[in-house]
């Protein structure tokens, strides 16, 4: 199935279409755009991509961490963006760790944009639910 086209709006100078790096790579690569460096701390700092989106309703786009800078220790936080959200993307980024800080530079990849395509789940009131062999056991019930 081929997904419609997602509209993109260049809100400024220096604000890129988010592209893959690879023809097999799953994200869309999300750029800052900025006019001068950021410093990234453990503490959130939102950078701004310079872009917005119009999303098709049925897709599901979220915001994820690119690879490259969480092996310095630098995330964003997922985020999801609505269909009907029209405004500018701003990524979340921080350090998992005090000491530990990044440089992001204009135009900086700053983290990755998957789509898919979006589950509309309906929910049904229950008075009891089916067991399982978990049951009611918590992260790390399973086992390591």
Request: charged residues 20%.
């Amino acid at each position: 199935m081929e997904f419609p086209p997602i509209r993109v709006r260049l809100l400024r100078d220096g604000a890129r279409i988010p592209s893959r790096a690879t023809d097999l790579a799953s994200g869309f690569d999300l750029s800052a755009c900025i006019e001068s460096p950021i410093l990234v701390g453990n503490r959130p700092v939102l950078v701004p991509t310079g872009i917005a989106l119009e999303i098709p309703p049925g897709i599901d786009a979220q915001v994820r961490p690119r690879s490259g800078l969480a092996r310095q220790g630098i995330l964003c936080t997922f985020g999801t963006i609505d269909a009907d959200y029209r405004g500018e993307l701003l990524v979340t980024l921080y350090a998992v760790a005090p000491g530990i800080e990044h440089t992001i530079e204009p135009g900086d990849r700053i983290a990755q944009l998957v789509f898919g395509l979006l589950a509309v789940a309906r929910f049904e009131l229950a008075a009891d639910l089916s067991p399982t062999q978990r049951g009611a056991g918590g992260h790390g019930s399973t086992g390591r």
